[in-house]
Nanobody, 120 residues
């Protein structure tokens, strides 16, 4: 079994910053990629950013230049630094990990989600 535990969400004013963290633990052999999705109210879930084990990153166009994803492979942890937050960044943010378990199979695991609210 694998668990993803997210932290760092909250309420922030427009233009402010937040840092999300997601730590993976359990029956992990290796983590291939980790990322963040978000689901705004009444909308579909969308990819925000992702990072591979080698450090390659990709971002949604809407967050480029404002958000930075990083990863600590030793801690199986991924971070999302969010700067210059906008009202439209309000959403539930979900961590996802594409990993190989100790049973040798590849799985996608999701965190429980953390609320980010941008409001004045």
């Amino acid at each position: 079994q694998v668990h993803l535990v997210e932290s760092g969400g909250g309420l922030v004013q427009p233009g402010g910053s937040l840092r999300l963290s997601c730590a993976a633990s359990g029956s992990i052999f290796s983590i291939n990629a980790m990322g963040w999705y978000r689901q705004p109210p009444g909308k579909q879930r969308e990819l925000v950013a992702a990072v591979t084990s080698g450090g390659s990153t990709n971002y949604a166009d809407s967050v480029k230049g404002r958000f930075t994803i990083s990863r600590d492979n030793a801690k199986n942890t991924v971070y999302l630094q969010m700067n210059s937050l906008k009202l439209e960044d309000t959403a539930v943010y979900y961590c996802v990990a594409d990993l190989t378990s100790t049973d040798g199979y590849e799985y996608n695991y999701w965190g429980q989600g953390t609320q980010v609210t941008v409001s004045s």
